[in-house]
């Protein structure tokens, strides 16, 4: 059973902060990592994506990877009330295109 | 960016009766399409895998007779939710995975809502 970890939160961070969201995972095949924002009532919106370890910066977001701990995370730099939402971790494993989702973390931005 | 759209964004119905959503993908190709069901404060569930020109794969306890998938083309994936019942009233997701794509990310449709009365 592939199974993906994340903290239920809520993490609450004031504006301007950092904030860190964590994942697991448990399939040591895994390729390809995802980081997905979902508004509430809304449909997931895919942020960026990761393969190799080490770090990956766009903008605000960086990801963080380190394939031998099974971890990914989700770094936000100046949070804005506006990322306030549920952030969503997904792992694609080797052989299939499917995406395991983590439950999401919901995150608030206090201005 | 990839463009995913979906028809309805909201439904409502009355027990009984079916229901077709569509998903389309509006600026690429895509061979493989997923469904998902999200119901209120929970994660996203798969339900189905929908791949061009074949039949499509229900993860377990998802009844392949009562969520009839066709991935028609590779740009239009349908689901009809048959004989709807209060049960299945739920946000229902669809995802496309660009074909081609290196990392096989998917896009997400903009989601329908379904209330069954």
């Known amino acids: 059973q592939k199974e993906v970890e994340q903290n239920s939160g809520p993490l609450s961070v004031p504006e301007g902060a950092i904030a860190s969201l964590n994942c697991t995972y448990s399939d040591r095949g895994s390729q390809s990592f995802f980081w997905y924002r979902q508004y509430s009532g809304k449909s997931p919106e895919l942020i960026m994506f990761?393969?190799?370890?080490g770090d990956k910066e766009d903008g605000r977001f960086t990801a963080q990877l380190n394939k031998a701990s099974q971890y990914v995370s989700l770094l936000i730099r100046d949070s804005q009330p506006s990322d306030s939402a549920t952030y969503l971790c997904?792992?694609?494993?080797?052989?299939?295109?499917?995406?395991?989702f983590g439950k999401g973390t919901k995150l608030s931005v206090i201005p | 960016g990839a463009v995913v759209s979906q028809h309805p964004s909201r439904v409502i119905c009355k027990s009984g009766t079916s229901v077709k959503i569509e998903c389309r993908s509006l600026d690429f190709q895509a061979t493989t399409m997923f469904w998902y069901r999200q119901f209120p404060k929970q994660s996203l569930m798969l339900m189905a895998t929908?791949?061009?020109?074949?039949?499509?794969?229900?993860e377990q306890g998802v009844e392949k007779d009562k969520f009839l998938i066709n991935h028609a083309s590779l740009t239009l994936s349908t689901l009809t939710v048959t004989s709807a019942h209060p049960e299945d009233s739920s946000f229902y997701i669809c995802?496309?995975?660009?074909?081609?794509?290196?990392?096989?990310?998917?896009?997400f449709g903009p989601g329908t809502r379904l209330t069954v009365l």
């Open positions: 990761i393969y190799s370890n």
């Open positions: 995802s496309a995975r660009r074909s081609g794509g290196v990392y096989n990310e998917q896009f």
């Open positions: 929908s791949n061009e020109g074949s039949k499509a794969t229900y």
């Open positions: 997904a792992v694609k494993g080797a052989g299939s295109y499917q995406l395991t």
